[in-house]
C-alpha cells in the first residue's frame, strides 16, 4: 500500500490512518498507544518554525511543504559490493543493515554473543522480547516539545534493538547500517528507532551510520534511546554522508545510572538539512558525559546541532567539544545548553565550539547557554568563529612548507581533535578517509 504523508492532510493525520491499516504494522495494544499519542502530539505540535527559540536558526518549511510517502524496499536490493564500502575494518558483534528503513536479513550478519545479549531488528524484538521493549521504548524520549520526535513514535516500523545484560563487556562494536535508495514515486521518508539497553556493570560500543545510494530526495528521522545502567559504559557514534539533497533530523536520547559513562561521537557530512539532537539525562550520581562532534559542510547545506545536558546528580561530569567547517555558502548552528538542577552540586561541566570558516559566504550561528540552579558547580562555556590563521600558515611556510600544504596541515589538525577522541580506531580510520575525501572534493572544484 502506497502511503502519503502530507502536512495538509489534518497534520499527517490521514496518512497514519492508513498506516494503521498497513498488514506490516504487527501491533499491540501497548504500541498503538505509543503510535496514537505520537500522532496526537504531533498534530497538536506541527513541524517547528524559527519562532520556536530551540529551532530561531533552521526553518524546516522544505520538509514541512513537502509530500513523502513511506519509504519500502520495493525494487531495491543492494549488491555486497555496494554494502562493502560502507564497512569498517577489524571484527564486529553484529552488522544490522536497513533499507529505506525495512531490516534486511540477507545483508546482515550477528556473530556468537555472549550469554544473554540480543543484538536484533525492534520489529522482531517486540514479538520475542515484548516486556523488555515495552518497559524502555518510548520512555525517554521528549514528545512533549519535540514535533519529530512525536513524528518518529507514530510512524516507527523498524530499527536496531541491543540489550547488553548485567556484568557483560561487549568486545566488538554493533554496527547499524542504514541505507536510503530512491524508488519509483515521491521522495520517501524513513522513521528508524533504535533502543540501546546497557544494564549495570556492562559495556558496548555501537555505530550508528546514515548513507545512501545516490543523489535522491527524503527525510530520514531518526530517533534512538541509550539506556545506560549504573558503573557502565557504552560508546556510541553516529556517521551522517546521506544525499546532498535529503534532510535527515536525528534523536539521541541518553538516561544515564550512577556511575556511568558515556561516549558520543558524531560526524557530520551530507545531507541538505541536517539537524542533530543529543540530550543526555546524568540521572544518577557520579555521571560522566563526553559529547564530542565534526560537522563539515558546503554548497548550500544547512547543520544545526542542538546539545542539551542536563545534570539531575551530584557529582557529575560532562565536557562538549564540537567543531565544525564550513565552505560556500553553507550555514551551520551550534545551540548548546547544560542545565544544573537543584539536587546536582559538585556538577563539573565545559562546553566548547569552535567553527573555520573557509568562505566569505559562510555562516554560523553558535549559542552556548548555562541554565544552572544549584550554587556549588564548576560550568564553563566558549565559542570561537574565525578563518584560518595566516601567521600560522606563515610560521609552516618559513619552514619550507607551500601555503597549500601548511593550510592543509592546520584543516587536519582543528579535525583530528575531534577524532582524536574516539576509542574505536576502526571507526577513526573511516572517519579520517571521509574527512580526507571532503578536503580533496573542495580542492577539485577550487
Known amino acids: 500500500m502506497s502511503i502519503t504523508l502530507r502536512e495538509k492532510d489534518n497534520g499527517y493525520a490521514d496518512g ?12 499491540t495494544g501497548w504500541l498503538r498507544s505509543v503510535r496514537e499519542e505520537g500522532i496526537a502530539k504531533f498534530s497538536e505540535l506541527g513541524f517547528p518554525t524559527p519562532r520556536d527559540e530551540d529551532w530561531r536558526f533552521t526553518n524546516v518549511a522544505p520538509i514541512a511543504r513537502a509530500e513523502f510517502e ?83 513514535n507514530a510512524f516507527f516500523e523498524d530499527g ?60 530520514s528521522n531518526v530517533v534512538t534511546e541509550l539506556v545506560v545502567g549504573e558503573n557502565s559504559t557504552l560508546g556510541h557514534y553516529l556517521i551522517e554522508c546521506e544525499s546532498k539533497k535529503s534532510f535527515n533530523v536525528s534523536t539521541l536520547r541518553a538516561e544515564q545510572g550512577k556511575n556511568s559513562n558515556i561516549r558520543s561521537h558524531s560526524v557530520l557530512l551530507g545531507g541538505a538539512l541536517v539537524r542533530n539532537n543529543i540530550h543526555p539525562v546524568l540521572a544518577g550520581e557520579g555521571c560522566d558525559s563526553l559529547i564530542n562532534g565534526l560537522f563539515m559542510s558546503s554548497g548550500r547545506q544547512h547543520m544545526d546541532n542542538y546539545m542539551k545536558v542536563e545534570h539531575v546528580s551530584p557529582h557529575s561530569d560532562s565536557r562538549q567539544f564540537y567543531n565544525g ?64 590563521d595566516e601567521d600560522a600558515v606563515f610560521y609552516l611556510r618559513s619552514r619550507g612548507i607551500s601555503k597549500e600544504a601548511s593550510r592543509e596541515i592546520i584543516l587536519n589538525a582543528f579535525t583530528n581533535e575531534t577524532l582524536e577522541s574516539m576509542n574505536l580506531e576502526s571507526v577513526k580510520k573511516y572517519c579520517a578517509a571521509l574527512v580526507a575525501d571532503w578536503f580533496s572534493q573542495r580542492k577539485s572544484k577550487a
Not at 16 to 27: G, I, M, P, T
Not at 166 to 172: M, S
Not at 348 to 356: P, S
Open 16 to 27: 497514519f490512518s492508513k498506516f494503521l491499516k498497513d498488514a506490516s504494522v504487527n501491533e
Open 70 to 152: 513511506l519509504a519500502r524496499n520495493g525494487h531495491v536490493t543492494p549488491s555486497a559490493g555496494d554494502i562493502r564500502k560502507f564497512m569498517f575494518e577489524g571484527k564486529a558483534s553484529g552488522t544490522l543493515v536497513f533499507i529505506n528503513g525495512r531490516y534486511a536479513p540477507g545483508l546482515s550478519k550477528i556473530e556468537t554473543l555472549p550469554q544473554g545479549v540480543i543484538v536484533t531488528n525492534l520489529a522482531e524484538a517486540v514479538n520475542r522480547h515484548e516486556d523488555l521493549v515495552k518497559e524502555h521504548l518510548a520512555k525517554y524520549a521528549d514528545i512533549k516539545e519535540e514535533a519529530f520526535t512525536a513524528l518518529n
Open 160 to 219: 536496531g534493538f541491543i540489550y547488553i545484560p548485567k556484568g557483560t563487556v561487549l568486545e566488538d562494536p554493533v554496527h547499524l547500517l542504514y541505507i536510503s535508495a530512491s524508488g519509483d514515486g515521491k521522495p520517501g521518508v524513513t522513521n528508524p528507532r533504535n533502543l540501546i539497553i546497557t544494564e549495570d556493570n556492562s559495556e558496548a560500543d555501537v555505530i550508528e551510520q546514515y548513507v545512501s545510494l545516490e543523489e535522491s530526495v527524503y527525510l
Open 325 to 388: 567547517i564550513l565552505d560556500g555558502r553553507s550555514r551551520g548552528v551550534f545551540h548548546g545548553r547544560i542545565v544544573v538542577h537543584e539536587d546536582a552540586q559538585k556538577t563539573d561541566a565545559k562546553q566548547t565550539n569552535r567553527n573555520l570558516l573557509l568562505s566569505d559566504h559562510a555562516q554560523i550561528d553558535t549559542k552556548p547557554q548555562l541554565e544552572i540552579y544549584a550554587d556549588d558547580v564548576k560550568c564553563t562555556h566558549g565559542a570561537t568563529i574565525g578563518q584560518i
